[in-house]
């Protein structure tokens, strides 16, 4: 078993990372359970692979289970079903000193962190990632949100849980491409100032995403590791540093409004095309070596994730695509920060970026 604190005074918790955690997370989380119960909330893909795994657990540590199923998919995040979890809470008389488990990918840790942070103003959380995404990102730091007709993650609040629990065996059931695309947060670690991390991705994404548990553990520990020691320097992204996270974002956000935020391309797969654009958009501008910037699209390529507009079954033109970057919640006073890099592990943030080079830039990748 691994344990990753987060370092937050009053706010901190331990981030638990072992292989069968969930077969014995009745231990762990017994003492959560008030009056002998716990609220788990999950999603209907989850509930029929992962559910029944921690149910068993629970209830062979006493505790009885009182599970909440909601819909899969990013439209989960949403008032509608915000509305509906929050009266699903109060129905089961979730009080202030309650802890509600999250048990799913990004999507499910969200939503849940958000209704607790306003049921009965706050209650508890314990995060349960069941997605590679969220076992390396979306379930530590405190970040929930739903999204808004106005753009994705637009309304929401950093409320940390209260415990991350991570088993890594729960990815067998993930299906390959969305191991695949969450992948992506991981290399990300490595591009934004971890060179060594980066050359263990190249030697070990075959292992990891055939389900090499030894190669996802590692993964996973040394991606919350890294994230834990960034949210603890910069819990609200004020300094700059929490930015960082965001490479390959902001293209791969215009990316994903531009296929409809669907299933053309998963939020990781848009990240990895984000990054590879990046790269190639700071080797353009002189900021970095070209020999990198084609190492980082070399290997998103080798594991079959989208590396460019193309692979990204991204049509539109690059004004189009600057034209979403401007919705971007980072936008301040006129101006969209921009994470670039001065190599592999060199990543900073840009106050400079011209828009409308960006889009010369992104018409010159669509050219080929
Ligand atoms: P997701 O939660 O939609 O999960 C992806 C799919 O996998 C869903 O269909 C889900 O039902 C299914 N699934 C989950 N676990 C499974 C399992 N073990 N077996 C079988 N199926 C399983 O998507 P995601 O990629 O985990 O998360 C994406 C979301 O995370 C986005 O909304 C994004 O905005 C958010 N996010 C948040 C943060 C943050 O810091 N809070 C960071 C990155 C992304
Ligand atoms: N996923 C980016 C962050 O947590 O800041």
Redesign the pocket.
């Known amino acids: 078993m691994a344990l990753v604190r987060v370092a937050l005074d009053a706010r901190s918790y331990d981030i638990v990372i072992e292989q069968g955690a969930l077969d014995r997370a009745g231990e762990t989380l017994r003492g959560f359970a008030r009056k002998g119960r716990l609220v788990v909330v999950t ?4 509930a ?3 559910l029944p795994r921690l149910e068993a657990s629970l209830r062979a540590a006493n505790v009885a289970v009182e599970p909440i199923i909601l819909p ?3 439209q ?2 949403s008032w509608r079903h915000l509305e509906q979890l929050l009266d699903a809470l109060l129905a089961q008389e979730i009080e202030r000193g309650d802890h509600i488990v999250a048990l ?7 939503l849940v ?1 958000f209704a607790a942070s306003i049921l009965k103003r706050g209650c508890h959380f314990v995060q349960v ?6 076992q390396v ?9 739903i ?1 808004a007709k106005a753009g ?2 637009l309304i929401g609040a950093f409320y940390q849980p209260s415990l991350v629990l991570i088993d890594p065996s ?6 390959p491409r ?1 191991t695949r ?2 992948y992506a ?1 991981v290399v990300k670690y490595g591009l934004i100032d971890d060179p060594a991390f980066f050359g263990w991705c190249e030697a070990n994404a075959d292992a990891l995403l055939a389900g090499d548990p030894d190669a996802r553990t590692y993964a996973i520990e040394h991606s919350v590791s890294a994230k834990a020691a960034i949210v603890a320097d910069d819990e609200r992204e004020t300094s700059g540093r929490r930015a960082l ?1 965001n490479l390959g974002h902001t293209f791969g956000h215009a990316l994903e409004a531009d296929t409809g935020f669907s299933d053309t391309l ?3 797969e848009g990240v990895a095309a984000g990054m590879a654009l990046a790269f190639r958009y700071s080797a353009r501008l002189g900021l970095c070596p070209v020999e990198d910037a084609e190492r980082v699209t070399a290997h998103l390529k080798a594991v079959g994730l989208p590396h460019d507009l193309a692979t990204a079954h991204v049509t539109a033109d690059g004004t189009a695509l600057v034209g979403h970057m401007l919705h971007d919640k980072k936008m301040a006073a006129g101006t969209l920060p921009f994470l670039l890099a001065r190599g592999i592990g060199q990543t900073f943030l840009s106050k400079d970026v011209v828009l409308d080079d960006v889009a010369a830039f992104l018409d010159e990748e669509r050219a080929g």
């Open positions: 999603d209907a893909n989850v029929a692979t992962q899969p998919g990013e989960t995040k799913g990918g990004g999507v499910i840790g969200d962190g990632p069941t997605t590679l995404l969220a990102d979306s379930s530590v730091g405190g970040k929930t949100a999204n994705k993650n729960t990815l067998d059931s993930l299906p969305e695309a969450g947060e996270l998963l939020h990781g």
